[in-house]
């Protein structure tokens, strides 16, 4: 069956930086894209970003574009975000999810990552 | 950016009732929005997909309309285990944006 599993919960003091996991399985890892959404507590979803594991283009959010880096490796199927220069509003759980941008939908989602920035 | 709105913010309801959602897209962006069922500590949900399509599996008293920038999801009798929030988002364009989410409770 599908499943994307995501790293543990993270605790990262201002300024850091951080990478949550994603790891595929039960389907071709290259045929879909991956998109990061993410909800703070108590808040709505907030897109981050989307990258093709075949070849690893990506876009990401205006609001984080500068912070942040997504990447895929094709060897474990898993697909990493990065980021960087934390802050305190970037307290939130992290999703990763499959997207079909064509054809049928194929949407998966991983179980959440709290990411908590503390000082 | 594609904004996307929508509406109420919450609900109260009764079960049985029929309740409905709306959200409205900046721009047009044809039937590319789905809607998602997030209940609280778990990931959101699939129901909805080209604004109309329901997931394999979901009961029939969901259902989605809607076509350009004006998008309408309704439950047709509400049940307890329906309460949760949802959300559309759109898929038209990146960035692929939410909408502010909609909390449906028990009245």
């Known amino acids: 069956q599908v499943q994307l599993v995501q790293s543990g919960a993270e605790v990262k003091r201002p300024g850091a930086s951080v990478k949550v996991s994603c790891k595929a399985s039960?389907?071709?890892?290259?045929?879909?894209?991956i998109q990061w959404v993410r909800q703070a507590p108590g808040q709505g979803l907030e897109w981050m970003g989307i990258?093709?594991?075949?070849?690893?283009?990506?876009r990401y959010a205006q609001e984080v574009q500068d912070r942040v880096t997504m990447t895929t490796d094709t060897s474990t199927t898993t697909v990493s975000l990065e980021l960087r220069s934390l802050r305190s509003d970037d307290t939130a759980v992290y999703y990763c999810?499959?997207?079909?941008?064509?054809?049928?939908?194929?949407?998966?989602w991983g179980q959440g990552t709290l990411v908590t920035v503390s000082s | 950016d594609i904004q996307m709105t929508q509406s109420p913010a919450s609900l109260a309801a009764s079960v049985g009732d029929r309740v409905t959602i709306t959200c409205q897209a900046s721009?047009?962006?044809?039937?590319?929005l789905k809607w998602y069922q997030q209940k609280p500590g778990k990931a959101p949900r699939l129901l909805i997909s080209?604004?109309?399509n329901l997931e394999t599996g979901d009961p029939s008293r969901f259902s989605g309309s809607g076509s350009g920038t004006d998008f309408t999801f309704t439950i047709s009798s509400l049940q307890p285990e329906d309460i949760a929030t949802y959300y559309c988002?759109?898929?038209?364009?990146?960035?692929?944006?939410f909408g502010q989410g909609t909390k449906l409770e028990i009245k």
């Open positions: 039960g389907y071709t890892f290259t045929d879909f894209y």
């Open positions: 990258i093709n594991p075949y070849d690893g283009s990506r």
């Open positions: 080209d604004a109309s």
């Open positions: 999810a499959t997207i079909a941008v064509a054809g049928p939908h194929f949407d998966y």
């Open positions: 721009q047009d962006i044809d039937n590319s």
């Open positions: 988002q759109q898929y038209d364009n990146v960035p692929y944006t």
